[in-house]
């Protein structure tokens, strides 16, 4: 099952969108606790990663709305329709802590004694709701600026080299890495279909973005509008980067039978009704 650990699992914890958006704001549904469980399958996951992935998708973009947060709402969703049959090519849900490699959610022990700069270690995670059973190119450091280190993606692949790339198709057979169009060193073991992981990536930049211009209406904080612009200008980027993807009609399938487009549910609200 994909989706929202949190649903897959059963579990009382809710998934949100980081940070968490409130319920009732401004009429809102609180679409972004991303409940699944309208036309999912067991506890709330999905059959499918994307739709699992277009559920979160909508939750935002609902919030956004719902706070007439000004997003080119369209456009992100015919980037979605058109290029969604990419993201089933992901078939193994994996657990992404899609926020793990951010600085306020990482916690260390630091020994002072180890050396000139001191030995670092990764002790845990301050806040575990943030996790998804999905395509581990979600997370979030993989659509940050700056990119990932050599010394993240040498980790990530398990420590067979992570240097990135021009760009151009190479396979490392003797270290199960695969350059992809996505210009980094890949582990074929995570990540699936490594042709297609530049334009999946693309769609999560999409998604990212998408939340941190939503969120800073939500919970304004100190420098808001210079965090709102980034986000906008990396929003912007990253749709005119999928401006520039070709559909291949080959490679396009039809949703499953029985699974309810996210964007055609009702909105949730505390009398049941939608609207």
Known sequence: MFGPAAAVLGLSVPYRQ???????????????????????????????????????LESILRDGEDMAVMVA?????????????????????????????????????????????????????????YCVFGDPLLASVFSDEPPPSEEFLAGFNNGNGGKWSSGEEETETETETETSAAGMALNRDLIEDTETAGTR???????????????????????????????????????????????????????????MSPAKRARQDDGGGGG
């Open 18 to 56: 980081p940070p968490p958006l409130p319920q009732g704001v401004n009429g809102s549904s609180g679409s972004g606790s991303g409940n699944l469980n309208n036309g999912a399958d067991g506890n709330g996951g999905t059959a499918s990663w994307s739709m699992a992935f277009h559920s979160m």
């Open 73 to 129: 709402y369209g456009t992100i969703r015919r980037h979605f329709r058109r290029l969604r049959h990419l993201l089933d090519e992901v078939t193994v849900p994996r657990v992404v802590v899609v926020d793990a490699a951010e600085g306020g959610n990482v916690l260390v022990d630091f020994d002072p004694e180890s050396g000139e700069e001191g030995l670092v270690r990764i002790s845990g995670l301050r806040d575990w709701s």
């Open 201 to 259: 990536l693309l769609l999560y930049q999409m998604y990212h973005a998408t939340v941190s211009i939503v969120k800073e209406f939500y919970r304004p904080r100190t420098q808001s509008s210079r965090r709102e612009l980034e986000a906008r200008k990396r929003l912007t980027e990253a749709l005119a980067r999928l401006e520039q993807v070709h559909e291949d009609p080959k490679r396009r399938h039809q949703r499953p039978n029985g699974e």
